[in-house]
């Protein structure tokens, strides 16, 4: 919930030809609070298409928001609207329980195409969910594009976004993708900062690398019955609640929250068909050095981050959309038995055009 990521690539969809510019544009402190909000009020949610309370409002700045930082990019780099072929637009994730066959992100794909005067590709999940997968992780076959355009990386390789909730892909060649969700990424800690620091993250780390892990209060964490289960699975941002953790001071707890997310992501090693060779950080997790130290304790192996291999670790999320937008457009798979838990391999999006 930090703002809006844009890129531009140019992709048919299976092998990426180039990378174009990125771009972010922030949320302010108001609008965060809003879609914290929003957050709180979809918990009852049953109904998809419904907006109650402050749901409403959060759509429509998140619709808002992404149609000023794609108008902004194209101006700013100078981009011919007539060569963009397609947005891929995610919107803002508010609830997802795949078990009720239930996803729910917020913003309007049809307004958010007429306003940008451009084919736009949506709702990428809700397929998935309605076909009985887990909805999540989506962005597997992005990843598989891009191991395969780099030589020389120790296989197995996984590649792991700590966004929110942190999700891994494992890549063996031309084996299947195994992915799934496999805990907190940055949720918890940002939570936490937020209430006991009045800080919206532990920004570089700083905190956790002051503090002690509680190793008592790590282990309840890591009782949770999720991290027994065997991938394809997803989280929703909010699975954990609310840790209890009101006896540590911020660094402890900070501490702690950053182990939780690394060792449950080193975890899924064990479920994974061969233990990968090295692991590939992108997302927001990737800029805090507590999380990747913490990382290579628990794995025990090479930790390397998407920036050190060229990529643009901040942008992945922005330009596997933009991916999945032309896979859509073709008909391609976003999903497999191995990434999601659908029967075969699936397509999805809803595709509209400018009005």
């Known amino acids: ?47 998809r298409a419904a907006r109650p309370g402050a749901l409403a409002d959060a759509e429509r700045l998140v619709t808002e928001a992404h ?31 795949p078990e009720h066959r ?15 005067g451009l084919p736009l590709v949506h709702d990428f999940r809700a397929a998935d969910v309605a076909a009985a997968g887990q909805g999540a992780p989506l962005v597997p076959v992005f990843h598989r594009a891009l191991v395969a355009s780099r030589a020389g990386l120790p296989r197995p390789a996984a590649v ?28 918890l800690l940002d939570d936490f900062m937020m209430e006991r620091a009045g800080l919206p993250c532990d920004r570089d780390g700083i905190h956790a690398a002051r503090g002690t892990v509680d190793e008592a209060a790590l282990a309840a964490l890591m009782a949770h019955p999720y991290f027994a289960a065997r991938p394809p699975k997803s989280l929703d941002r909010n699975a954990f609640g ?4 009101d006896h540590l001071s911020v660094e402890d707890g900070a501490a702690t929250l950053t182990a939780f997310t690394a060792r449950t992501i080193a975890a899924i090693a064990d479920k994974l068909p061969r233990r990968p060779g ?26 390397v981050t998407a920036d050190a291999l060229g990529w643009s670790g901040d942008s992945v999320e922005a330009q596997a959309f933009a991916f999945l937008a032309v896979r859509s457009l073709q008909g391609l798979p976003l999903t497999f038995p191995g990434t999601t838990g659908v029967p075969v391999g699936l397509t999805g999006g809803v595709r509209t055009l400018p009005a």
């Open 1 to 47: 919930m930090d703002g809006v990521d844009v890129a531009m690539i140019d992709t048919d969809g299976t092998t990426i030809s180039s990378f174009g510019p990125t771009g972010f544009h922030p949320y302010s402190d108001a609008e965060r609070a809003l879609l914290r909000r929003a957050l709180a009020d979809a918990v009852a949610l049953d109904d």
């Open 67 to 97: 149609a000023d930082a794609v108008e902004r990019f194209i101006a700013d780099n100078g981009i011919d609207r007539r060569t963009v072929d397609v947005v891929g637009f995610h919107g803002q994730t508010v609830l997802h329980r």
């Open 102 to 116: 239930l996803t729910v992100q917020i913003g309007d794909g049809p307004g958010l195409s007429r306003r940008l």
């Open 160 to 187: 792991v976004n700590i966004g929110g909730v942190a999700n891994v892909t494992w890549l063996d060649g031309d084996a299947e993708p195994v992915a799934c969700d496999t805990g907190p990424g940055n949720a």
């Open 242 to 245: 609310r840790p209890a953790l």
């Open 278 to 303: 090295c692991w590939i950080v992108c997302g927001g997790g990737a800029r805090n050095p507590s999380i990747l130290r913490a990382l290579a304790e628990a794995t025990g192996s090479q930790v």
